[in-house]
């Protein structure tokens, strides 16, 4: 049975594909413009750039004063907001369903009349660096994950994080930022969703209107370094104030359209997702770890390249970070052994489905399948297959992608080791 | 591009109720998914646990997932997983919720588990002593993140000698005092007591619902379960406290003072004022100042705790270790001209007709509409009130929202709590009032 309401796809003239659901439970709508922008079209020196570009787009147009934008939306009974990730930078307004055409006004507006000033570039350029502190300086794993990234990737910009270097980040000039804009926010760039309470033919049209005057531009040259195969475990050490040991591991998985994600995913949901899991079962449970999560993502986050599935542990107070590592090892090991038990199996795909089925009850989670496979995947199809791919996944799949991706010389490992205020001083400031 | 004035009447969810041996039960129907959400509230929480014990109506709570007398905590677990359904159970201020999500096909399953959990709770000692064990390594953890200590450390001041003294989760002090014999024998004094409710939402008939909740649970404990009231403290001017974490960049910042209940008649005046000082985001004066035009912050929001009894007002930030004082000084300046001058008809305008049009995104998803309904029942606001929100709010004027900053806003004496390297902006804070500082 398909719980997701039938697509209608319509092209513009200057690239731009349009998607329309028509839902009409409530009178609410999610309108989504979804561009083909992020930390990988980036390249060193400009890191952050696709994420600082977002706060940009809410710095006005000649029509539209700077953060008018939100507070125009909002007094239309409506919410917005936007994210930016490795592979897309996403806008979107969920709001009352007669005001569609208000949106598509104001998010054309902003596609084909931004305007990009000294003025709203400096204080957004600290807002951003605010966010760094508060996302990763200042969070307690923030700066491990960075560096598990940059050492995990060697070549491929998902070496750097979304929010990028500090450095960069004090860095980028308003001339990079406006060539970023001519190059990225194109019409053939981007791919806008409505979901909700509307018929698609009115979509179309407005879109035609508001979208369509907009020219295409050309699209920017790829810049994606393959990612070489990974021949070794790579390690490292992160010294910083902290209660607790920890570490962060990460395995080289394929990217979004591949068909061994489906075993992968089971493979994460059997290691920690439930209080049956194994990591929940033997190492949360008896207080040897404060947390210990396997995490890939899931539909429609996957990696648009390939992507990492990350494996992490908190140690508990007293209980030593490398037996806590070694044993989580062994019990990954075990699954690169041994067939998943036909119950087990079953349990997984029970509860991936069940997650799946959870996440659809939202207009705004139905848009953000769409426009992220047509942006990640090239194709909004891939939405419609997601339940019937985890039903026949047999234990054996499941086996095969444990042994294949799961192995110690495809593994990054970067572990959290506190230290004394003095120690963490002398390390150098944390940026 | 001024907002039109008329936004289309949205129409409530049909909410069927029913009171079966002595239980409310409510039940809103939705199909489209084959999903249900299952929710059975006791009328007490955290305000109702013993000095020195905070965590006992908590840890009390999940004790009731980790065994029954005809099933193991593993067993729990693997039925729930293998159901695809999701369960918590957790105390909350005022109240105490037990939660299972999960497929319609399961309904059944689901409130037999919920029915076993309830009434046959096993308490196992080494299921205790885990949970024990976890919960403190888990506050442990907790001390590295700034955030929660900040919220904490201004709570815990705000709230001194109430029964809102303490985290929902407890202390380290208290947690490793709390033994398991007390935890059952708290549990067994107010099995299911008179107030308890249920709230069931999702692909579900009304009748069938009543029917099965008749046949497998009645209140079980008399007498309503519920903390004192307690006054508000005298005003003490400005007092500052310092969390001192020289590792910092930035600090977190509280401010703020006691607020009111929701069933205060100027709820609906406070939502509209409290949108357009903190709550509306961009909409809002404290983002537009201190982050739009100052670049201080990349986030700053006011907002009001909702509890039976009065909860927390507060100005909730961020900001680089250099700017501390004055992201703190701009923002009470803020609150200040905001309690002066109040908020001008377009402000007013834009206020309400965000709060009425976005008001049926509030019920998307069926824990959003189980929210909803068991806040009404749980705050005594009644069911009404979900459907009266939006035209109370249309009726509140510049006036109402003048009147409400005035006797709801205090800065001339309030908390500020501030986590961060305390040396770098202590004697600035000192000109204003006391300033303690603490590890």
Redesign the interface.
């Known amino acids: 049975m398909n719980?997701f309401p039938e697509i209608s796809a319509h092209r513009l003239a200057n690239g731009l594909l349009v998607l329309a659901a028509e839902i009409h439970?409530?009178?609410?709508l999610s309108h989504q413009v979804h561009f083909a922008a992020g930390s990988r079209y980036e390249k060193p020196g400009i890191t952050g750039i696709s994420h600082l570009f977002e706060h940009l787009m809410?710095k006005g147009t000649r029509r539209?004063k700077?953060?008018e934008f939100?507070?125009?939306i909002?007094?239309?009974?409506?919410?917005l907001n936007a994210f930016t990730t490795t592979d897309n930078t996403s806008y979107y307004e969920?709001?009352?369903a007669?005001?569609l055409e208000?949106a598509m006004d104001l998010e054309a507006d902003r596609l084909a009349n931004l305007q990009l000033t000294s003025e709203t570039l400096?204080?957004?350029?600290?807002?951003?660096?605010?966010?760094r502190?508060?996302r990763s300086?200042?969070?307690?794993f923030g700066l491990l994950i960075e560096q598990l990234s940059a050492l995990a990737y060697e070549q491929h910009p998902y070496r750097w994080p979304v929010i990028g270097w500090d450095a960069d980040l004090k860095t980028l000039t308003l001339e990079d930022c406006r060539e970023y804009y001519r190059t990225h926010y194109a019409p053939n760039n981007a791919v806008v969703v409505v979901v909700g309470d509307v018929a698609a033919e009115d979509v179309f049209r407005l879109a035609e209107k508001y979208y369509g005057p907009i020219p295409a531009q050309t699209a920017p040259p790829p810049t994606i370094t393959p990612e070489k195969p990974q021949r070794g475990e790579k390690r490292a050490v992160y010294k910083?104030?902290?209660?607790?040991a920890a570490f962060f591991a990460a395995f080289h998985i394929p990217g979004i359209a591949h068909p061994d994600l489906i075993p992968l995913q089971i493979l994460c949901t059997v290691l920690s997702?439930?209080?049956?899991?194994i990591f929940?079962?033997k190492f949360?449970?008896?207080?040897k770890a404060?947390?210990a999560q396997a995490e890939m993502g899931s539909p429609p986050f996957f990696f648009m390249d390939p992507g990492l599935l990350q494996i992490y542990a908190?140690a508990?107070?007293g209980f030593p970070l490398e037996k806590l590592e070694r044993e989580i090892w062994d019990e990954v090991e075990a699954l690169r052994r041994d067939a998943l038990p036909a119950?087990i199996l079953?349990?997984a795909k029970?509860?991936?489905?069940?997650?799946f089925?959870?996440s659809?009850?939202?207009?705004f989670f139905k848009g953000l399948l769409a426009g992220l496979y047509q942006v990640r995947a090239g194709d909004y199809r891939h939405l419609y297959q997601i339940l019937s791919r985890y039903e026949p996944v047999t234990a054996d799949e499941v086996l095969q992608a444990a042994g294949k991706y799961l192995r110690p010389e495809n593994r990054t490992v970067v572990s959290l080791q506190p230290v004394s205020?003095a120690e963490?001083?002398e390390l150098g400031?944390?940026? | 591009m001024n907002p039109k004035p008329a936004t289309p009447p949205f129409t409530l969810p049909p909410i069927f109720s029913a009171v079966r041996n002595g239980m409310k039960i409510y039940v809103v129907p939705r199909a489209g998914l084959p999903l249900v959400s299952l929710h059975l509230i006791f009328p007490y929480g955290a305000e109702t646990d013993p000095p020195g014990k905070a965590g006992l109506t908590d840890l009390a709570a999940e004790m009731l997932t980790l065994g029954t007398r005809q099933r193991s905590a593993a067993q729990i677990a693997s039925e729930v997983d293998g159901l695809g359904a999701s369960l918590s159970a957790h105390a909350g201020w005022d109240a105490t919720a037990l939660h299972l999500q999960g497929l319609k096909e399961d309904l059944g399953r689901l409130l037999e588990l919920l029915r076993e959990m309830v009434v046959e709770p096993s308490f196992p000692e080494e299921e205790f002593s885990q949970l024990q064990q976890r919960r403190v390594a888990a506050l442990v953890q907790q001390k590295d993140e700034s955030q929660i200590v900040a919220g904490e450390r201004f709570e815990e001041i705000l709230f001194r000698g109430t029964p809102y003294d303490h985290p929902v989760y407890g202390t380290l002090k208290t947690v490793p005092l709390i033994s398991r014999d007390e935890v059952q024998d708290f549990y067994r004094r107010r099995s299911l007591p008179e107030g308890s409710f249920w709230v069931l939402v999702g692909d579900v008939d009304p009748d069938d619902c009543f029917r099965r909740l008749e046949a497998h649970f009645s209140i079980l404990t008399p007498g309503p379960i519920q903390a004192s009231p307690f006054n508000p403290a005298p005003p003490q001017g400005i007092r500052t406290f310092l969390v001192d974490r020289p590792d910092l960049t930035q600090s977190q910042i509280r401010l703020g003072h006691l607020g009111f209940p929701p069933v205060h008649p100027d709820f609906y005046a406070f939502e509209v004022m409290n949108y357009i000082l903190g709550g509306g985001g961009f909409s809002s004066r404290l983002m537009q100042r201190i982050r739009v035009e100052l670049g201080l912050t990349y986030g700053i929001r006011s907002s009001l705790d909702l509890r039976r009894q009065a909860g927390p007002f507060a100005v909730a930030t961020f900001t680089p270790t250099a700017t501390t004082f004055g992201c703190v000084a701009e923002s009470l300046s803020i609150l200040k001209s905001f309690r002066a001058q109040g908020a001008s008809k377009i402000e007013r305008d834009e206020a309400v007709q965000f709060l009425r049009g976005s008001y049926p995104l509030k019920f998307e998803t069926l824990s959003q509409v189980a929210q909803r309904v068991l806040q009404t029942e749980i705050y005594g606001l009644g069911i009404d009130f979900l459907r009266d929100y939006p035209e109370k709010i249309e009726a509140t004027g510049e006036a109402d929202i003048l009147r409400c900053a005035q006797t709801h806003l205090d800065p001339e004496n309030l908390i500020i709590v501030i986590v961060g390297r305390a040396e770098a902006f202590r004697r600035d804070f000192e000109r204003w009032g006391p300033v303690e500082v603490s590890k």
């Open positions: 719980f439970s409530l009178p609410i809410f539209v700077p953060e939100a507070r125009i909002q007094a239309h009974g409506g919410t969920n709001l009352p007669e005001k208000l400096e204080p957004e350029r600290e807002v951003v660096r605010s966010e502190k508060l300086v200042n969070s307690p910083k104030v902290s209660q607790v997702s439930g209080r049956s899991s929940f079962q949360e449970k008896p207080g404060v947390e908190i508990s107070p119950e079953l349990k029970k509860q991936v489905r069940s997650a089925l959870q659809l009850q939202t207009h205020q963490h001083d400031e944390i940026e």
